[in-house]
């Protein structure tokens, strides 16, 4: 059965860093391309970062540019997402899914939650 488990997230001030991991269980992850979501209260679920298989390519929300990193270690089935000068508009769960493509997202986990306070 695949699993993923996020974790990392808290409660920090603006201007603060979190990094998040996603642990891979059941699932050969290097097979798989990973993204992170979130979903902010009274708001839809967002796409805020992708890593291709074998790190070599990223892709990033406009919105998290230039803040957010995210990477990969596929020796440990794990992928991260670097969170570096935040903001409140950051506030959400923040989700780790993985996908086949062409398929689409279908795994995901249980969500681990981020607040920024101002």
């Known amino acids: 059965q695949v699993q993923l488990v996020e974790s990392g997230g808290g409660l920090v001030q603006t201007g603060a860093s979190l990094r998040l991991s996603c642990v891979a269980s059941g699932v050969i992850l290097g097979a798989y391309v990973m993204g992170w979501f979130r979903q902010g209260p009274g708001k839809e679920r967002e796409f805020v970062a992708s890593?291709?298989?074998?790190?070599?390519?990223?892709s990033y929300a406009e919105s998290v540019k230039g803040r957010f990193t995210i990477s990969r270690d596929n020796a440990k089935n794990t992928a991260y997402l670097q969170m570096d000068n935040l903001k409140p508009e950051d506030a959400a769960v923040y989700y780790c899914?993985?996908?086949?493509?062409?398929?689409?997202?279908?795994?995901w986990g249980q969500g681990t939650q981020v607040t920024v306070s101002s």
């Open positions: 899914a993985a996908k086949r493509p062409p398929d689409e997202y279908k795994y």
């Open positions: 890593v291709s298989r074998f790190g070599g390519t990223t």
